[in-house]
């Protein structure tokens, strides 16, 4: 009785287990902004982010900036945490991220990696 108690309780781990990686792959990717197609947000299996997006602030020699961070995912709902303490949110519906400010992005093909140097306000 013990065994088949033991092997049922592996069995639900596996099962589990495999459902956090299905999930984890399906939210994993690039999400681009439909308003600005040169704004992406990449989320990483590994629960990790990279948002490149246009700065606000910064003039026409760098109009966008690079944060990085970890995410987490609970139901539809994404919380990014940036490295420097600072948090933002949003949803996920399908194939798309909807951010705090109601902006759209789609999951797409990673752009290509221009300015993916650029680190908190950097060149």
Partial sequence: MKRIVLILAAVTLLLGYAAISSADATVAGTYINQSNTREYLTLNSDGTFYLKQRDRFAGPEAPYSSVDGKYQVTG??????????GESSGTLEGNKFTDAEGKIWSKGQDPTPVNREVRKGKK
Wanted: proline share 0%.
């Fill in 76 to 85: 539809k709902d994404v919380k990014l945490i940036l490295t420097n303490g």
